[in-house]
């Protein structure tokens, strides 16, 4: 069946650091992407999506690419915060329904 | 309200017992998705509902959990002689349609504890 497997933590960096976060999926058809986040008290909340091959997606400095040559959407950031600090979770949609497959996910920690 | 709201937050209990998780998505959206997350995994997919019908109900675990949306809007997860494996966050998310690329709204979940 589909499947995300995504890189694990956790991942401490300092800030303005680079951070990527690897993800990678498996998946029959041509599934949307998406990259969820967690901060801490907080609901998963939608960070940015891909619908279809080589689309990016981007939010509050955040990108990924839809790679389907390599099945990835890797996570990247330039230089990061201390605010983002949270858990992030890779996912692909499982159907037309919309329900979500997801990751294990990956906890961040950036240092001041 | 103008997010998904999860009641309880927390709720502890013991082997054996009835459990009810409630869920009142946000205004309008009439897709409602269930998830579990166990300690250290992504959210599980368990049941979704497009209106008052569950659409897909493929990963309830077992006959012990059962969930209604009965008008369409507030959604409650039942869990029938709960077992310790059953211990994981609840998240609940509404979207305004459903569909492949519809984003999904969580709550910030009920954590069940059962000793």
């Known amino acids: 069946g589909d499947s995300v497997t995504q890189m694990e933590g956790p991942v401490t960096l300092s800030e303005e650091a680079f951070l990527t976060i690897n993800c990678t999926y498996t998946?029959?058809?041509?599934?949307?992407l998406f990259w969820y986040v967690q901060y801490p008290g907080e609901g998963l909340q939608l960070l940015l999506k891909?619908?279809?091959?080589?689309d990016k997606g981007s939010n509050k400095g955040f990108e990924a690419t839809y790679r389907k040559e390599t099945t990835s959407f890797h996570l990247e950031k330039g230089s990061v915060q201390v605010s983002d600090s949270a858990v992030y979770f890779c996912?692909?949609?499982?159907?037309?329904?919309?329900?979500?497959?997801f990751g294990k996910g990956t906890k961040l920690s950036v240092k001041p | 309200g103008a997010g998904v709201s999860q009641t309880p937050s927390n709720k502890v209990t013991e082997k054996g017992k009835y459990v009810e998780l409630r869920c009142d998505p946000i205004?309008?959206?009439?897709?409602l998705y269930w998830y579990r997350q166990s300690l250290g995994q992504g959210p599980e997919f368990l049941i979704y509902?497009?209106?008052?019908?569950?659409?897909?109900d493929s990963g309830l675990p077992n006959d012990r959990f059962f969930a209604v949306r009965p008008e369409g809007s507030v959604s409650t997860l039942k869990i029938q002689r709960t077992e310790r494996g059953d211990s994981a966050v609840y998240l609940c998310?509404?979207?305004?349609?459903?569909?492949?690329?519809?984003?999904?709204?969580f709550g910030e979940g009920s954590r069940l504890t059962v000793l």
């Open positions: 205004s309008g959206h009439t897709a």
């Open positions: 996912a692909l949609d499982g159907g037309s329904q919309g329900n979500l497959i």
């Open positions: 998310a509404s979207s305004l349609t459903g569909g492949r690329t519809g984003e999904l709204f």
């Open positions: 998946a029959t058809g041509y599934p949307s």
């Open positions: 891909a619908t279809k091959a080589d």
């Open positions: 509902f497009q209106g008052t019908g569950a659409a897909d």
